[in-house]
C-alpha cells in the first residue's frame, strides 16, 4: 500500500533508455514535492551506461538495474506512493498488467504515471494503447492531448487518464544575442541516432556541416551526438557520426566539431539549433534560440520532420549558408507546450493536483488496460510473453527474481556476462545488420 503521509512522498521511477531516465526522474520531480526517490532501469539493450546517466544530471536516493519481474516483486514488497513508467510503450503495458496482478485484493496501492519522452510523430495509437491503463498519461502539449483522447474515445477506452503538461526538461535562460561576448557564434547540429537512417543521408547531413563551417570560418559548428559507438540510448543506432566523420575528405574543419554533454548545457552557448526532428528543437524554441529543422531529405513521415509543418523553423542548409534565421510561429509553439513566454510551471499544475486526489483518496480502483485477453488476445500474450509474464499478468516459471542480497561476486560475474552479451548485440546491430541488408539490395 501507499507509504504513509507522515514522511517524504516515496516515488519509484522505471526506465529502459537514458533519454526516458531523464523524463521520468523529471517528470517526478515535476508532479511531487519533496519526495524519496527510487529509480530502476529496465535491463536490456538500451540501459544507460554510467557516462549515460551522468550526462542526464538526475541523480535518485537509489539506483539499480531490474528485470519487469524483479521491479514488479519489489512494488509487492515495498510501499510506494507513485509510480512513473518511463518506457518504451510495450513495457508499460506487461508492467500496468503485472501491476493489477501484484496488487490484486490491495484497497490501497501507488499512483501510477507513464507518458511519452518526447514529440510524438509515430505509432500514435499502438503506443498510446500499450499506454492506457496508468491513472494519468500525461502529454506533453495541447496538440498532444487532444489526439490522445481521440485515440482513447476512438476505441470507447476511458480517456480521463490523459492529462495535458509540457516537456519536464524545458527550461534554461532565454537566448540573448548580444551577451554572446568574445564566444564565436555557434552553430549546433543536434544529431539523432536513428534518423536519417541510411548511410547516404547521414554522411550528407555531416557534409553539409562541415562545408557550413568551410562557409563560416568565424562561427563554430558542433555536432551534437547523444551516445558514444557502443552505446544505445532510445533508438538503435546502426552508423554513429563518429565513424562517419573519419570518412569526410580531409577530415572535418577545424571549427566544426563533435561534442556530448547535457543538452541544457549545450544549448547555453547556441546561436542556432539545426536537426533533422529531435526533441532538442522543442528545448531550444523554448529558450528562443534560433532554431531550423532541415527539409534537405524532403518533409516525410519517416524523418518525424512532418511534426514542425506550421513552425516556422523548415528551412534548409541552403538556406542557413545565405545567413537565414527561421522565425516561429507563436501560435504552433503554444500549442506544443513550448512556453517561451508563458508561465512554464503552470503547465505542471492539472497533473500536480490530479496526483494529489488520488494520493488523498482512500482507495484507488483497480487498473485496467485497455488491452486484454478478451481485446486483445492475439497480441497481448506476446507483449507480456517478452518480459517473463503470463496471460494475466503473472511471472512466468522460471523467471528472474534474483533477490537483491545476491552475493557481490555474482553480481560481477552477472554483469560481465551482461557486458559481452550486449557487446555482441551492438556488433550485430551496428556492423553484420548494415552488411546483410546491402547484400539484400544487389
Known sequence: MPASSSHRTRVAVLADSDTRWKWGALTADR???DIAFDGFLLRGRATPTPRQLGEVGVHADSLREVTAVEFLRTMGREAYDVVVLACVGGAVQAVLHGLARTWEGRTERPVVVTGYVGVVYEKLAD???LRHGADLVLANSRHDAERFRAVYRGVGADASGVVETALPFLGGAPYDENA???????VVFAAQPSVPATRADRMYLLRRAAEHARKHPGRAVQIKLRSKP??????IEELPYQKLAARIPGGLPANCTLVYGHMGEVLDRTDLLVTISSTAALESLHRRIPTAVLTDLGVREGLGNHHFLGSGCLASWDDLDA??????DALWLSRQGVAADGPYENAFTAARERVA???SAQALPHLEPYYTSATAPGYLPGILARHHLGPQGEPLPGASAVSEETGGVRRIVRSAVRDVARGAYRHGVQRVAPVIRRMGEL
Open 323 to 328: 545567413g537565414h534565421r527561421p522565425e516561429p
Open 127 to 129: 503506443g498510446l494503447l
Open 230 to 235: 557502443g552505446e544505445h540510448t532510445t533508438h
Open 31 to 33: 508532479l511531487v514535492s
Open 180 to 186: 554572446r561576448g568574445s564566444r564565436p557564434y555557434t
Open 357 to 359: 486526489a488520488l494520493l
